[in-house]
């Protein structure tokens, strides 16, 4: 199989159904575009260890695709570390709804980002070079979306401390993880509060397994809950 070849499509095609996602032919050739790009780039720059085309369609695109099941319509969404464009590019594919921020720390990362953007031809999509911890304090982005996403993070404690600052009120993190708990609060009751980063949230942990490939798949919802004390800041406009 090569990558974005009719099987490479068929693959995110029926994996993506068997998680209850439709994704139409056009879809998935967008998706093989970008697929191209990774790989042509990853020759010279280092986006992503998984080269084998199956494990590319369904470690990258059909995981990523699997966040859309806990998105809301015409959400705004920040793609925290997302390096090739995981999750952000195939949710943008699949959801033109969303309006989708992509941010890497690795300006290498971002120019390709900023490449297959503009091959594939997406709209409502922006990558942006910068550390989450000063884009956090940013006017533009304080504040600013309804849900942080990311695959880049092992610690849950710290993708809380350096994203919670984006959260619109009432945003969620959402972070895309493998099967073992690394955080204890993560087997705390579903819907139980919990503290992270010196913040409140409510808890969910969804649980599916990703086809083809049979990996079991972690999808830990944090959403922020409103605290006393914890309002405008003078300096917010």
Known sequence: MKIDSDQWQRTVIE???????????????????????LLEWNRTT???????????AVKH??????????????????????????????????????????????????SFLKHAIRT?????????????????????????FDMVVCRAFSSLETFAERTADFLAPGGSLLALKGPQTDHPLEAAEDGSTIRLGGRS????????????LNLQRRAVMLTALKEEGRGRRDDDC
Request: charged fraction near 20%.
């Open 201 to 212: 949230f409510s808890i969910h942990v969804h649980h599916y397994q990703l086809p083809i």
């Open 120 to 144: 594939v031809g997406l709209e409502g999509i922006e990558a942006v070079h910068g550390r989450l911890e000063a884009l956090g304090e940013s006017p533009r982005y304080r504040g600013a």
């Open 15 to 37: 994996g993506a159904a068997a998680l209850a996602i439709e994704v139409t032919g056009d879809r998935a050739r967008a998706m093989g575009a970008h697929a191209r790009l």
């Open 46 to 56: 280092n986006l992503t260890a998984i080269t084998d085309p199956v494990e590319v």
């Open 61 to 110: 695109y059909v995981d990523s695709l699997a966040a859309a099941c806990w998105i809301g319509d015409a959400a705004r969404i920040l793609d925290a570390g997302s390096g090739g464009g995981f999750p952000g590019i195939p949710l943008k594919i699949l959801r033109p709804d969303l309006s989708i921020t992509l941010v890497d720390s690795v300006r290498k990362k971002v």
